[in-house]
C-alpha cells in the first residue's frame, strides 16, 4: 500500500512539473504551438507566403517536441515546394523525416513517398550533386535509401537513383542489404544506358575534313569514358560528312530533341554561324571547338565559344616578328568589320611601339571579295618584309594562292583563322610557314597535359593533336556540368556561364574575352600540320 503511494506521488510530480514547463512556454509565446501551425496553414492559403515562413520558423526557433518539429518541417516543405524552391523544400523534407519517430504515422507516410520526387526536382537545379549527397547522408533508414531507389528505378528517373545509391554505398551494410543495393544498382544502370541525356557531337566523319573530325571525336570520347556510370551522359555522333549545309541542320535537328542537352561542334566556319544561330533559336547549348569565326557568342546566351582577343593575337604575331624575326617593315590586309579593325589598329600600335614600320594597309569585304589582285599588287610595290592578314578561313586560302600567283615574296603573319582544318587542307603548300597566333597548346612541362597525352596514346596507340585536346576540353566541361547535378540544358547553360576561364590540356578555355597573351603561342604550319614554333616572351 505505501509502495503505491510513493508511486502516485512520483507521478503525480511529473505531471505537475510537466504542466508548469508547458504553462511557461505558453506564457513566453503567449500562444500554443498548434495555433502557431495554424495560422501558417492560413498564411499560406492566403498565399502570404513570407509571412508563413516566418511562424513556422518561430517554431523551429522555440520548441525541442519532436513531433511538432517535424510538422513544421512538413509545412516549410510543402511552402518551399510551392514557391519552386526545389532544394530548399528537400532539406525541410529531410528535416521532417529525420524527426518522425513512428514509421506507421500518416506524416511520415506523406514525407517518404515525396522525398525521391523532391530528390529528382532538386537534380535539376544548380545544386552540386554532391551537396544533395551530403543532406540524403544525414537519413538513417537503410530501408528508405533502398525503396527510393527502387521507386526512382521503376519511374524512370534513373539518375536520381543512383544519388541514393551512391550515398548508401558509402555505409557498411550487412550482406543482404548490399546485394539488394547492388541489384538495384544494376537496374538503374541499364535504366541509364536507355534515358540517360545525351550530347551530340557535330563533326566531319567522312570527306575532306575527316582527320580532323575523328581526332576531335577521340578526344571527346577519352572525357566521356565511363561517365554513363557516373553521370548519365552519354555521347552521339553525328557525321556531318565535311557538308556545312549537312552540319547545320543537324544542329537544327538536335535543338528539337529533348534529350540532348548539348552539342560539340561545328569543326567547319563556313557552317559555324548557321549552326549557332540553330542551336539558339533551339536554346540548346553549342560548344563551337574553332576560334573563327569571330563572334558567335553573339547570337545569345546559348553559344559558347572559347576564344582569346584578337587584339592580343595580332600585339603577340607583331612582337615575335619584329624580336625573333628581325622584321621591321609591314603591311596589313585585313577584313573590312570591327573585328579587323581591333586586329589592324593592335598589329599597327604594337609595330609603333617596338620602332617599326606599316608601310601600308589595305582592307577587303568578306562578302563581297574573292579577286585580292588590286590589294596584293599595292602591298607588293611598298615592299614589305611581311604582311599581316587577320581574316577568316574561306578568304585565307583565297589570298595566300593569290599572294603566290602575284609572286608577294613576304612573310604570312596572321590570328587564329589560319588554323582551320579548311585552309590546312585547301591551302595546301600556299600556307606552309605562315605564322599565327592562337591558344596556347600542350605543354610537356604540366603534368595534367602529360597524363592526358600517356592515356590518349594508350587508347588510340598514337600522339594526340590540337582538335583532340579541344574536344577532350569540351566534354570535360559537359562531364562536369551532369555530375555536378546539371541534368538540363538550363543547367548546363548556367553552370558554362558560371565557369572559367578553365586551363585544359588544349590550353586556357574562356567563353569571354578575358584571356591575357599569356595563354597565346605562336604556330606554323608545316608538312600540312600546325606546329608550335615558340612560347610567348613574358614581359618583364
Request: proline share 4%; net charge negative.
Amino acid at each position: 500500500m505505501i509502495r503505491w503511494f510513493f508511486c502516485a506521488s512520483g507521478l503525480f510530480l511529473i505531471l505537475l512539473l510537466a504542466c508548469a514547463s508547458t504553462t511557461a512556454e505558453r506564457v513566453q509565446t503567449g500562444i500554443t504551438y498548434s495555433d502557431t501551425l495554424k495560422t501558417a496553414v492560413t498564411l499560406v492559403e492566403a498565399r502570404d507566403l513570407d509571412g508563413a515562413e516566418r511562424e513556422l520558423n518561430r517554431v523551429l526557433d522555440t520548441t525541442a517536441s519532436r513531433p511538432v518539429r517535424a510538422e513544421a518541417y512538413w509545412q516549410l516543405y510543402l511552402l518551399n515546394r510551392d514557391r519552386g524552391m526545389s532544394f530548399e523544400a528537400l532539406q525541410a523534407l529531410v528535416g521532417c523525416l529525420e524527426l518522425v519517430t513512428d514509421q506507421r504515422s500518416v506524416l511520415y507516410g506523406r514525407a517518404r513517398s515525396s522525398l525521391g520526387p523532391s530528390v529528382a526536382e532538386a537534380l535539376e537545379t544548380d545544386i552540386p550533386r554532391s551537396t544533395i549527397e551530403r543532406l540524403l547522408g544525414r537519413l538513417e533508414d537503410v530501408s528508405l535509401y533502398l525503396d527510393m531507389a527502387d521507386y526512382l528505378v521503376e519511374t524512370q528517373h534513373c539518375y536520381a537513383a543512383t544519388v541514393f545509391l551512391n550515398t548508401l554505398a558509402r555505409r557498411g551494410l550487412d550482406p543482404l542489404t548490399d546485394q539488394r543495393r547492388i541489384a538495384i544498382d544494376r537496374d538503374a544502370h541499364r535504366c541509364l544506358q536507355k534515358t540517360a541525356r545525351s550530347i551530340q557531337l557535330i563533326v566531319p566523319l567522312t570527306g575532306d575534313f575527316a582527320e580532323y573530325g575523328a581526332n576531335l571525336a577521340r578526344g571527346v570520347e577519352l572525357a566521356l569514358l565511363d561517365s554513363t556510370l557516373e553521370s548519365g551522359l552519354l555521347l552521339e555522333k553525328i557525321d556531318s560528312e565535311s557538308d556545312p549545309v549537312k552540319a547545320t541542320q543537324s544542329v537544327i535537328r538536335s535543338a528539337g530533341t529533348q534529350h540532348i542537352v548539348a552539342a560539340i561542334g561545328p569543326l567547319q566556319s563556313r557552317a559555324a554561324t548557321g549552326a549557332a544561330l540553330a542551336a539558339a533559336d533551339g536554346e540548346l547549348p553549342l560548344l563551337v571547338p574553332i576560334p573563327a569565326p569571330r563572334g558567335l557568342s553573339r547570337f545569345g546566351e546559348w553559344i559558347f565559344q572559347s576564344t582569346v582577343p584578337v587584339q592580343a593575337e595580332a600585339q603577340v604575331v607583331a612582337k615575335y616578328a619584329m624580336v625573333q624575326g628581325g622584321m621591321s617593315r609591314f603591311a596589313v590586309l585585313y577584313p573590312a568589320h570591327a573585328t579587323g579593325e581591333k586586329a589592324m589598329n593592335a598589329f599597327k600600335d604594337q609595330v609603333f611601339d617596338l620602332g617599326g614600320e606599316v608601310v601600308t594597309v589595305e582592307r577587303y569585304s568578306e562578302d563581297r571579295d574573292t579577286d585580292f589582285r588590286n590589294q596584293i599588287v599595292s602591298i607588293k610595290r611598298a615592299s614589305p618584309q611581311a604582311v599581316f592578314i587577320p581574316g577568316q578561313p574561306r578568304e585565307l586560302v583565297q589570298i595566300a594562292r593569290q599572294v603566290a600567283f602575284y609572286e608577294l615574296e613576304c612573310q604570312l603573319l596572321g590570328t587564329d583563322g589560319w588554323k582551320s582544318p579548311e585552309v590546312i587542307d585547301r591551302g595546301g603548300r600556299f600556307v606552309e610557314g605562315v605564322i599565327f597566333a592562337d591558344f596556347s597548346g600542350m605543354s610537356g612541362d604540366d603534368y595534367e597535359k602529360e597524363l592526358f597525352r600517356a592515356r590518349y596514346r594508350e587508347h588510340f596507340g598514337f600522339d594526340p593533336d590540337h582538335y583532340a585536346s579541344t574536344g577532350f576540353d569540351l566534354a570535360m566541361c559537359l562531364r562536369r556540368a551532369m555530375e555536378e547535378g546539371k541534368t538540363t540544358r538550363k543547367g548546363i547553360r548556367r553552370f558554362l556561364e558560371q565557369i572559367g576561364p578553365v586551363n585544359g590540356v588544349s590550353g586556357v578555355l574562356s567563353w569571354r574575352d578575358e584571356t591575357s597573351t599569356h595563354a597565346i603561342q605562336l604556330f606554323t604550319i608545316a608538312n600540312g600540320l600546325v606546329v608550335p614554333i615558340t612560347s610567348i616572351p613574358q614581359d618583364q
